[in-house]
């Protein structure tokens, strides 16, 4: 059905089915019991000052009859419900792990070759994947319709999910839970390869054609819609929970200290690498570090794109 999201995982036809499942015999019900209610109500109605009612003490067999069929209807949605709902709890053992970290306003992947991406999860089709997520700040949640999954992301604590996704293409990533001023920012994309393509993307392949043909500032700009920069920092000089990216190059910036500098590329790559160590005067330390997330050449592209914003 259209008016569902599009199914691309071996989950999503099961919720379906236990949605659709309950929904129907709702309808159902609905129809039965409204269809009764006005008839009733329109043969049964007072019909002067002097009619009586009669007295009427109960009915054991109507009584009866609608205890036992709803709570047998009740059993089966149960039980339908639970087996689905156990099937989504239990990871297959061959599942490969990845593990997901979210933070203020980022998603970030780290594979089990320790490959890591920000804001771009890649999975295999037909193969299935397990997700041990945890959160570094406040409650976050991992939300992929065209999958039927979600799940919640703790401090302190792992939460997981799993799933086979069944369809090469992008799907979206939501944060479904209320996590501050970039929730709505917090986005991300379920990329899923075909075999031979994830193979390539694995050894690295990939990356390296996309970079041929694009310029530094043109990746630049895909890094700071992709990594989260733009959850903090926007290009057209409003202050958003971190400073502008227009005309910081070149630019001045007055610390925390007081200490006035003039930001050039070493400063943003610092900013980039180790953000608590010079923090802008009338900001929150808040931005997470990138180190180890965004290569020498990614953050090169990001300062080859700032420098299009002067
Ligand atoms: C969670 C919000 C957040 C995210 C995400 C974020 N930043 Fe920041 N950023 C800040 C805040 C707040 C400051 C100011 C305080 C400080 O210097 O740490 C800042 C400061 C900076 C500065 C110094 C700015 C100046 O005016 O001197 C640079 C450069 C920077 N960020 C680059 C980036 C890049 C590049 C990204 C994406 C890869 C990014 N930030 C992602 C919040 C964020
Ligand atoms: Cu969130």
Same mark, same amino acid.
């Given at each position: 059905?259209? +008016?569902?999201?599009?199914?691309?995982?071996? &989950?999503?036809?099961?919720?379906?089915?236990?949605?659709?499942?309950?929904?129907?015999?709702?309808?159902?019900?609905?129809?039965?019991?409204?269809?009764? @209610?006005?008839?009733?109500?329109?043969? !049964?109605?007072?019909?002067?000052?002097?009619?009586?009612?009669?007295?009427?003490?109960?009915?054991?067999?109507?009584?009866?009859?609608?205890?036992?069929?709803?709570?047998?209807?009740?059993?089966?949605?149960?039980?339908?419900?639970?087996?689905?709902?156990?099937?989504?709890?239990?990871?297959?053992?061959?599942?490969?792990?990845?593990?997901?970290?979210?933070?203020?306003?980022? +998603?970030?992947?780290?594979?089990?070759?320790?490959?890591?991406?920000?804001?771009?999860?890649?999975?295999?089709?037909?193969?299935?994947?397990?997700?041990?997520?945890?959160?570094?700040?406040? /409650?976050?949640?991992?939300?992929?319709?065209?999958?039927?999954?979600?799940?919640? @992301?703790?401090?302190?604590?792992?939460?997981? @999910?799993?799933?086979?996704?069944?369809?090469?293409?992008?799907?979206? /990533?939501?944060?479904?839970? !209320?996590?501050?001023?970039?929730?709505?920012?917090?986005?991300?994309?379920?990329?899923? @390869?075909?075999?031979?393509?994830?193979?390539?993307?694995?050894?690295?392949?990939?990356?390296? $054609?996309?970079?041929?043909?694009? #310029?530094?500032?043109?990746?630049?700009?895909?890094?700071?819609?992709?990594?989260?920069?733009?959850?903090?920092? #926007?290009?057209?000089?409003?202050?958003?929970?971190?400073?502008?990216?227009?005309?910081?190059?070149?630019?001045? #910036?007055?610390?925390?200290?007081?200490?006035?500098?003039?930001?050039?590329?070493?400063?943003?790559?610092? #900013?980039?690498? $180790?953000?608590?160590?010079?923090?802008?005067?009338?900001?929150?330390?808040?931005?997470?570090?990138?180190?180890?997330?965004?290569?020498?050449?990614?953050?090169?592209? &990001?300062?080859?794109?700032?420098?299009?914003?002067?």
């Amino acid at each position: 059905m259209s +008016w569902l999201p599009e199914v691309a995982s071996n &989950l999503a036809s099961k919720v379906d089915g236990v949605l659709w499942f309950i929904t129907i015999i709702s309808l159902i019900f609905f129809i039965i019991i409204s269809t009764f @209610l006005i008839y009733f109500a329109i043969k !049964y109605r007072r019909r002067g000052d002097d009619e009586e009612t009669p007295y009427i003490t109960g009915n054991l067999t109507l009584e009866l009859i609608w205890t036992v069929i709803p709570s047998i209807l009740l059993m089966v949605i149960f039980v339908y419900g639970f087996v689905v709902f156990k099937d989504m709890r239990t990871p297959p053992k061959e599942a490969t792990e990845i593990n997901v970290v979210a933070k203020q306003w980022l +998603w970030q992947f780290e594979y089990y070759n320790g490959k890591k991406t920000l804001n771009e999860l890649y999975v295999q089709q037909n193969r299935p994947v397990k997700m041990v997520m945890r959160s570094d700040d406040v /409650l976050h949640s991992f939300f992929v319709p065209a999958f039927r999954v979600k799940q919640d @992301l703790m401090g302190g604590r792992y939460t997981q @999910l799993w799933f086979t996704p069944t369809k090469v293409g992008t799907f979206q /990533l939501f944060c479904a839970e !209320y996590c501050g001023t970039g929730h709505s920012k917090m986005l991300g994309k379920v990329i899923v @390869l075909s075999p031979e393509a994830y193979d390539r993307w694995e050894k690295g392949e990939e990356e390296e $054609e996309g970079v041929a043909s694009l #310029s530094p500032a043109e990746r630049g700009e895909q890094i700071y819609a992709n990594s989260g920069c733009n959850a903090c920092h #926007s290009l057209d000089g409003s202050k958003l929970v971190g400073p502008t990216f227009k005309g910081l190059i070149g630019g001045e #910036s007055e610390l925390e200290d007081g200490e006035i500098i003039t930001a050039d590329e070493n400063y943003v790559r610092e #900013s980039i690498l $180790e953000p608590q160590g010079k923090t802008v005067k009338g900001y929150p330390p808040v931005m997470p570090s990138f180190k180890g997330i965004l290569s020498d050449n990614d953050i090169s592209a &990001l300062i080859a794109y700032m420098k299009t914003l002067n």
